[in-house]
């Protein structure tokens, strides 16, 4: 176990980690549980969560990573650049990919890197994870999104973030979406059905994607007023398109990032 680690390929970021066997083995493989902290940067919160809940993931030994994308790195106070994956030169799905390496290779010492993980967002973190997604299907075991305040759809009619129609120039990527990829992997969304306090859509989005939705009310309407109703959206959005994907909706919840653990746990447990 150890609480922020520096990573060598930028300094300006950290992670902690916690390794937990429930199965007694040390000799088991281990397995890796990426979380994503929201907004609050409440990394430390979902690591306490996740070690008192860990007991309910299957048997096992498990390395637990929480990353801390840190606000204003570029000296802007901007909280907003790891939800979007990419803020001027940062590639935030790169650097997770970084800090997979290093914890693999460096405090554990294996002789090689984990090929495929659980990954858990919520709030920014479920903004991060679903789009972290889109970019590298083939790394992810299991998606656990959890109340995103946007949501990017499989869209080839508009562009990042909003719609995925120039993902493959945005990220540099070798190829546009892996669709067959993505329908392999095993996803829950999942909101509280209190979380409906109304969220606007940024301005510069409003300006730039009225006219193509038909105006301002029916572009709010194709995202969702508010978490849950985007979550629907995005549900649906996904089910069109062939992903494996539930979505559940936690009754009595607002919006509460280490309240959803437990569901996340127990989809987790459900698929592997």
């Known amino acids: ?33 990426v979380a994503v902290h929201g907004n609050k940067r409440d990394d430390k ?24 994308f840190p606000v204003g790195v570029l000296g802007d106070n901007s909280d907003k650049g790891y939800k979007y994956i990419h803020e001027k030169s940062i590639r935030y799905d790169k650097l997770l990919l970084d800090m997979i390496d290093q914890l693999s290779r460096h405090d554990l010492r294996l002789q090689k890197t984990f090929s495929t993980f659980l990954l858990h967002g919520y709030s920014g973190g479920g903004q991060f994870a679903h789009r972290f997604f889109y970019l590298h299907p083939e790394k992810i075991r299991a998606l656990f999104v959890g109340a995103p305040g946007t949501v990017t759809f499989l869209d080839n009619n508009h562009d990042w973030w909003p719609g995925t129609r120039d993902i493959k120039d945005k990220f540099d990527t070798p190829a546009c979406l892996n669709l067959d990829v993505m329908r392999r992997v095993p996803a829950l969304l999942a909101v509280g059905d209190h979380d409906t306090e109304k969220m606007l859509l940024p301005r510069s989005t409003m300006e730039r994607l009225a006219a193509s939705y038909g105006g301002h009310d029916a572009l709010v309407e194709a995202f969702g007023h508010h978490r849950l109703e985007r979550m629907g959206n995005l549900h649906k959005n996904w089910k069109a398109a062939g992903m494996n994907v539930s979505l559940q909706i936690i009754p009595g919840m607002g919006h509460n990032g280490t309240g959803a653990v437990p569901y996340a746990i127990r989809f987790f447990a459900s698929v592997i």
């Open 1 to 33: 176990m150890a609480d922020d680690i520096r990573v060598q390929t930028d300094s300006r970021f950290t992670y902690s980690y916690r390794v937990v066997n429930t199965c007694g083995n040390p000799s088991e493989p281990l397995q890796l549980l």
């Open 45 to 68: 919160d979902l690591l306490k969560t996740y070690v008192e809940q860990a007991g309910n993931l299957p048997s096992g030994h498990y390395v637990l990573l929480f990353p801390l």
